[in-house]
Each structure stands twice: as structure tokens, then as C-alpha cells.
């Protein structure tokens, strides 16, 4: 089972899930789904990583 966690969208403030082996802490831009909006980890104002 592919670890995930949740990040919201400095945008339109929607959460989405990603690949957490893939993508986190990794310095890649994120694609909202929602707003088809790319934007960095740092830029989130919320972004959880629980396991
Ligand atoms: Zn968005």
C-alpha cells in the first residue's frame, strides 16, 4: 500500500492526496486537481504528512 498524504491548494484552499514516496519534501511543483493550479510544498498552508 503506496504511503499518501494530504496537501491544500494555496489557491482554492481544496485538499488533495499525493504520493508520499514520490513527491514530499522533494523540491517539485504540486498539481491541484481542482483548480489546475501548480505550485511548491512550501507554498501550502497546510499539509499533512500523518502516518
Ligand atoms: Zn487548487
Request: aromatic share 14%.
Amino acid at each position: 500500500m503506496a504511503r499518501i498524504f494530504t496537501i491544500m491548494c494555496p489557491k482554492c484552499k481544496k485538499e488533495f492526496e499525493v504520493h508520499f514516496g514520490d513527491l514530499r519534501h522533494r523540491d517539485v511543483k504540486l498539481h491541484c486537481p481542482y483548480c489546475d493550479n501548480w505550485f511548491l510544498q512550501a507554498e501550502s498552508e497546510k499539509i499533512d504528512d500523518r502516518w
